[in-house]
């Protein structure tokens, strides 16, 4: 696994199959992260528990 570390405001980007793909640190506080994903309409953004319910249910 590669572990980053970004503060508030900056952003990480990727390719999947050619698009980009931003994850942006929008605020951190003790209880949690808030990220934005900005992606194209064709790529698919889930939680890791809907994840894990829909891969269950195979």
């Given at each position: 696994?590669?572990?980053?570390?970004?503060?508030?405001?900056?952003s990480?980007?990727?390719?999947?199959?050619?698009?980009?793909?931003?994850?942006r640190?929008?605020?951190?506080s003790?209880?949690?992260?808030?990220?934005?994903?900005?992606?194209?309409?064709?790529?698919?953004?889930?939680?890791?528990?809907?994840?894990?319910?829909?891969?269950?249910?195979?």
């Open positions: 696994m590669l572990v980053l570390t970004r503060r508030e405001g900056e990480l980007f990727f390719y999947l199959s050619g698009e980009e793909v931003e994850v640190v929008n605020s951190a003790r209880s949690g992260v808030r990220l934005g994903i900005r992606a194209p309409k064709e790529v698919q953004v889930v939680r890791e528990r809907e994840w894990i319910r829909d891969t269950d249910k195979e």
